[in-house]
């Protein structure tokens, strides 16, 4: 099973807006809302930023923001800031009851 | 505070066995779905299986590449969290982190995470 479609790198100045995308298909990103977003830093685990699709965790800045729109889910990050500089990766769970992650983006702050 | 601390990671020689651990300590880990997630040096992540609660049935689910090599188990008197992985090839060398699933937020996502114990299969 291929991973969901992200593109490989985005980049923004500070305080600009970016959004990374996220395709798949009927039975998973199209099918469930259940698309979550995890960042990564260099040498980190992966942290939660959203969840069924919208939904920030507690702690979570509200610069981060998701939406979905058919078999594509997007992450956008306003306001960019240097911390945010990292890859960040999609997941959504699927009709075989099992997960499919995104092959990730790299966002680089200018 | 939540944690997940895996280990057992290390060199294998292609068709070896190896035996990953998660340590989880500040929520109810019994009543906790758990996943293992790996990813591959410089690649992205990829989702290698859960097991749920025994609660719900403590059954397994697994990705296609290493359904019928890998199995996931548990024991609830120990919070502990087991990856047995047989017949292990090139392609598994990884970090492989230990995730709870629903402990935070209630939807199938990945919301706690280990600091990931790296696994090497090589000749």
């Known amino acids: 099973q291929s991973a969901l479609t992200q593109p490989a790198s985005v980049s923004g100045s500070p305080g600009q807006s970016i959004t990374i995308s996220c395709t798949g298909t009927?039975?998973?990103?199209?099918?469930?809302?259940?698309v979550s977003w995890y960042q990564q830093h260099p040498g980190k685990a992966p942290k939660l930023m959203i969840y069924e699709v919208s939904n920030r965790p507690s702690g979570v800045s509200n610069r981060f923001s998701g939406s979905k729109s058919g078999n594509t889910a997007s992450l956008t990050i306003s306001g960019l800031q240097a911390e945010d500089e990292a890859d960040y990766y999609c997941s959504s769970y699927t009709s075989s009851s099992t997960f499919r992650f995104g092959g990730g983006t790299k966002l680089t702050v200018l | 505070e939540v944690q997940l601390v895996e280990s057992g990671g290390g060199l294998v020689k292609p068709g070896g066995s190896l035996r990953l651990s998660c340590a989880a300590s500040?929520?109810?880990?019994?009543?906790?779905?758990m996943s293992w997630v790996r990813q591959a040096p410089g690649k992205g992540l990829e989702w290698v299986g859960r097991?749920?609660?025994?609660?719900?049935?403590?059954?397994?689910d697994y990705a296609a590449p290493v359904k019928g090599r890998f199995t996931i188990s548990r024991d609830d008197s120990k919070n502990t969290l087991y990856l047995q992985m047989n017949s292990l090839k090139t392609e598994d060398t990884a970090v492989y982190y230990c995730?709870?699933?629903?402990?935070?937020?209630?939807?199938?996502?990945?919301?706690?995470w280990g600091q990931g114990t790296l696994v090497t299969v090589s000749s």
């Open positions: 009927s039975s998973d990103v199209g099918g469930y809302n259940y």
């Open positions: 995730t709870t699933e629903a402990v935070a937020v209630a939807s199938p996502v990945f919301d706690y």
């Open positions: 500040g929520f109810t880990f019994s009543n906790a779905w």
């Open positions: 097991i749920k609660s025994k609660t719900d049935g403590g059954t397994t």
